[in-house]
């Protein structure tokens, strides 16, 4: 299986493609990576080194990967946090000519806007192109449950309207949509959960609430979740496999202390969870 994850990348850390194509490839896939950016650290630290690239920047590497004659082997395409709108045409010129070579090749794409506390952190009309531009275009998006009433237009507090938000989202193209960091009012203060929707049931997976908070964990929901959309065909299991091995993910942070997630001596969690968590319908 061949996987096209265009994110952004830091040198010393896990954000984008650095916490995305690890886990993925520990689940036996072959990830094609371009970078948005390029820095030595994610910005969560204050200050950083690097450079972003443009829209031109990654056009010219799919036309690279295009001259191997290998699109038509891509299997999907997942896409992360769009520095500007410029990269997001870029990024939806690729999914289209990947369609062309492959029109079962599917569409991932984790809408990078803001989160609960921190609000909307991309640049000025990366909201509005992810709205109007880049979720229509999509199989799969994997909001958070910030991003979720940003996209829908509607508040969530509620799994009612948390349902209700999900639907006008499925509306505008996706077939699926999982929801990530989602706290409604039935939500218990010590646990969180994912909701998975396929257009035609919604499932919920609840897990323990950890005391942590990392950067590019959402990147690594994201790319777990796709790929094992890929493999099965069902949202379901994909949630479980996906909550379960960031379970296992972040307890292992936790226990190792530091500020960044640790892939490395998390990975069995990613091909073999020690705790499985059950979907339910609701």
């Known amino acids: 299986m061949n996987v096209l994850s265009i994110q952004s990348h830091v040198a010393y850390g896990h954000v984008g493609n650095a916490a995305a194509v690890f886990p993925m490839q520990r689940l ?70 990947v369609r062309e070579a492959n029109p079962a090749a599917l569409y991932c794409c984790d809408p990078v806007i803001g989160d609960v506390g921190r609000g909307v952190f991309v640049r000025p009309g990366i909201e509005e192109f992810m709205r109007d531009h880049a979720v229509p275009a999509a199989d799969i998006i994997t909001p958070n449950h910030f991003e979720l ?6 508040a969530a507090p509620t799994l009612t309207e948390a349902r209700a938000a999900i639907d006008s989202l499925h509306a505008r193209g996706p077939k699926v949509v999982l929801v990530t960091s ?17 257009g035609g049931g919604l499932h919920r997976v609840r897990t323990p609430r950890l005391p942590i908070t990392v950067n590019g964990g959402g990147d690594v929901t994201a790319a777990l979740f796709f790929v094992h959309y890929l ?15 960031m379970h296992g993910l972040l307890r292992k942070t936790v226990e190792l202390g530091g500020r960044e997630i640790r892939l490395i001596e998390a990975q069995e ?7 499985r968590f059950t979907a339910e319908r609701v």
């Open 182 to 198: 989602v706290i409604t009012e039935d939500t218990p203060a010590d646990c969180l959960d994912l909701l998975a929707s396929n």
């Open 28 to 97: 036996g896939v072959d990830v094609w990576s371009i970078h948005t950016v390029q820095f030595s650290n994610h910005t969560g630290y204050g200050s950083w080194k690097g450079r972003v690239f443009d829209g031109h920047s990654i056009e010219e590497l799919v036309d690279g990967i295009s001259e191997r004659g290998v699109l038509g082997s891509c299997d999907g395409v997942l896409s992360g946090y769009m520095g500007s709108a410029d990269i997001g045409s870029a990024i939806l010129a690729t999914v289209a000519r």
């Open 149 to 154: 009433e940003l996209l829908a237009g509607r």
């Open 231 to 245: 493999k099965s065909r069902s949202a379901v299991v994909a949630l479980e496999a996906a909550a379960s091995s």
């Open 269 to 275: 969690e990613f091909v073999a969870p020690s705790v």
